[in-house]
């Protein structure tokens, strides 16, 4: 999927806006193989990446994006505290602990900003009267197997 749709507008107002504070910024408009090819080797020292975390759960989150090599760190983080927070929140059974956990995650990323969250994936779905069952999976696609017309 090409990420011109999303990537060039946003490269546009990044580029303005960060002109405004006297920083330059170069658009380089790389075809999807050399671009996942340079964030994969870590080239890029800003990018813009459309992706999300399969499952809404913080814990989920930081382990695939602001942790370890993974080509999915995109900032390439290496906080200690997450690290030694991550194996704990993964198998939190108690609800206010691992909430605490999460919180304690997300101030982290907050307090060092390692990269900036721009968007968060949403829809607006308009069902005929007469259909109910109506879900979505955690990762925002239309779960169709419950829909029946009433």
């Known amino acids: ?30 075809p999807d193989p050399q671009f996942v090819e340079a964030v994969t080797a870590k080239r890029l020292p800003l990018l813009l990446e459309r992706s999300l975390a399969l499952f809404p759960a913080a814990e989920y989150f930081f382990r695939v994006f602001l942790s370890g090599p993974s080509r999915w760190n995109l900032s390439s983080w290496d906080n200690a505290e997450v690290n030694a927070l991550l194996p704990q929140a993964r198998s939190e059974t108690d609800p206010v602990r691992a909430d605490a956990i999460a919180a304690r995650l997300i101030g982290l990323l907050a307090d060092q900003v390692p990269m900036a969250l721009i968007g968060q994936p949403s829809f607006d779905v308009a069902v005929a009267r007469g259909l109910r069952g109506f879900t979505t999976w955690p990762i925002y696609y239309p779960d169709l197997r419950d829909l029946v017309r009433a």
């Open 1 to 30: 999927m090409s990420r011109a749709a999303f990537a060039e507008p946003a490269a546009a107002l990044i580029q303005e806006a960060f002109g405004h504070i006297g920083v330059r910024v170069r658009i380089e408009k790389l």
